[in-house]
């Protein structure tokens, strides 16, 4: 192939040195200031989800800083690319963007959100990189990526990888070693499953970058399994067993989202599930629940735990786990029939009425004032009113008192709480802790830890401290539609005996 290269013996081992430091690095959270970075590479013009996913982004770009929208190609799309049409979709969010600065401020002018559109590799795979085929989205990855700026850059890939691995190559090409290894650190990769053979490749020749996705073949038989199936997936592959599909049909989105103006009217129906493609930034969105810091944390976006899957050669984000200590990538919910269902999907279709009525409302924004629209409400616990993880250390036995009865509405609607154990959350590289709650559904809970460690499937010995719960904080308004603002609380639990 002719994107290969021979590195001599010192870079070699700089390289591994550095992978396996990243590796490391892995397993911690993300701490900055400021919005989330996102370049998005998308095969736009394929089917209709990926234009429907933009149009959800730029209601959301007043806090995601969106670097680039690259069109690229993929397995679906393999020999045109269309940019054109995220301009067509730009243009009517500039018809609408003096109305949403009546409900939030910092909304990127369309002129900007324009000349952040790029065209990627205008061939398919791997076949379409190497030296002499860069491209425009290929060097916008690359100015975003050594921008001066300690925020990681997320890269949402909802097609083809290939103008990553472009962008990769010429990066290793002519960066020096550590430069390099700056480069890849700043990466945060959430892919929408393998649609061209650079995902892969990327895996194996830059063993240390972040990367989010459950690997599969390229023709789409195995996105059955995929945890981003669960935005929508519930009818086409008949794989969200306990999911309420109410909210993700063409009808429904007729009422809430294309008949509402502009942009409403550029958000066309799906063929065979609505944004498959959105659960790659959905995380991103400044909700309360923080879940862009780290892949196990869980949010809207889907929760991934760290291993090896079948046929990788290190570990990646992605799904499955170990069933014997029950750290897996599936959550436990409680689904529309009052049941409880455990699967990957789970992990996204549990927020779901929070997250279409949050679109929802946002659609509205673009078309009615203040006084006549809805707004998140502003949780305050223990009288903080900011939106970063409360982080409380508590011994065995120790009770704690949550306060959110200062948390308020920014229409004057009236409150409910809801506070919640989230077993899953937090499960990689720690020990997983266990509560007891009272009053979870008032302003004022109280929470009592009970275990460092929670039982395992097979006992395995006695259990050192310190153990992790994350409890989240769910406040909802009745307004139309109802909306919902988080607040996660991470308890470190240790040992009752500690001094």
Same mark, same amino acid.
């Given at each position: ?86 301009? &067509? %979709?730009?243009? *009517?969010?500039?018809?609408? $963007?003096?109305? +949403?600065?009546?409900? #939030?401020?910092?909304?990127?002018? =369309? ?51 290939? &103008? %990553?691995?472009? *962008?990769?190559?010429?990066? $290793?090409?002519? +960066?020096?070693?550590? #430069?390099?290894?700056?480069?890849? =650190? ?314």
């Amino acid at each position: 192939m002719r994107t290969k290269c021979y590195l001599p013996f010192a870079l070699v081992l700089t390289l591994t040195v550095a992978a396996l430091a990243q590796s490391d690095a892995a397993l911690g959270t993300d701490d900055f200031k400021g919005h989330p970075r996102v370049v998005i590479l998308s095969d736009i013009g394929n089917e209709p989800d990926d234009q429907m996913s933009i149009v959800r982004l730029l209601l959301y770009s007043n806090e995601i800083d969106v670097e680039a929208m690259i069109a690229g190609t993929s397995t679906w799309q393999k020999r045109s690319l269309h940019p054109e049409t995220m301009r &067509t %979709l730009v243009a *009517a969010y500039g018809r609408v $963007r003096d109305n +949403l600065l009546l409900h #939030a401020q910092g909304w990127p002018t =369309a002129a900007d959100l324009d000349g952040r559109i790029f065209v990627g590799q205008t061939g398919y795979g791997m076949a379409a990189t190497g030296a002499g085929l860069g491209s425009e989205g290929a060097r916008a990855i690359i100015a975003a990526a050594r921008r001066d700026d300690p925020r990681p850059l997320w890269i949402s890939i909802w097609g083809g990888a290939n &103008t %990553l691995a472009q *962008a990769l190559i010429e990066a $290793r090409a002519t +960066l020096a070693p550590n #430069a390099l290894v700056q480069f890849i =650190a700043r990466l945060r990769v959430y892919s929408i499953s393998d649609q061209d053979d650079a995902g892969p490749w990327i895996r194996r020749e830059f063993p240390s970058l972040f990367y989010i996705v459950q690997p599969s073949a390229q023709d789409g038989n195995e996105y059955y399994y995929a945890t981003w199936t669960g935005i929508s997936g519930d009818i086409y592959y008949r794989n969200g067993a306990g999911a309420d599909s109410g909210t993700v049909t063409n009808e429904w989105l007729e009422s809430n989202i294309r008949a509402r103006g502009p942009l409403g009217r550029v958000y066309p129906r799906f063929l065979f599930i609505m944004e498959g493609d959105t659960p790659s930034y959905l995380g991103l969105i400044d909700n309360g629940l923080n879940a862009y810091r780290s892949p196990d944390w869980g949010g809207w976006g889907g929760r991934y735990i760290y291993r090896t899957p079948r046929g990788e050669t290190r570990p990646i984000w992605t799904q499955g786990g170990d069933l014997f200590t029950r750290v897996t990538s599936q959550d436990t919910v409680r689904g529309a029939d009052g049941r409880e269902y455990v699967s990957d999907q789970a992990t996204i279709w549990r927020w779901r009425e929070a997250f279409q009525n949050d679109f929802a409302a946002r659609m509205g924004w673009t078309v009615a004032d203040f006084a006549h629209a809805n707004h998140n409400p502003v949780v305050v616990v223990n009288g903080d009113d900011g939106k970063a993880p409360i982080v409380i250390d508590v011994k065995v036995g120790q009770s704690i008192t949550l306060d959110a009865s200062h948390s308020r509405d920014p229409d004057g609607q009236k409150l409910h709480f809801s506070w919640f154990h989230y077993p899953e959350a937090g499960s990689v590289g720690n020990r997983l802790a266990d509560l007891k709650m009272e009053n979870a559904d008032h302003a004022v809970a109280r929470v009592t830890a009970t275990a460092v460690c929670r039982p395992q499937w097979l006992p395995r010995g006695p259990c050192a401290g310190p153990g992790v719960a994350h409890v989240i904080l769910a406040v909802t308004d009745e307004g139309s539609p109802r909306l919902t603002s988080y607040r996660r609380l991470i308890l470190t639990v240790h040992p009752s005996d500690t001094h």
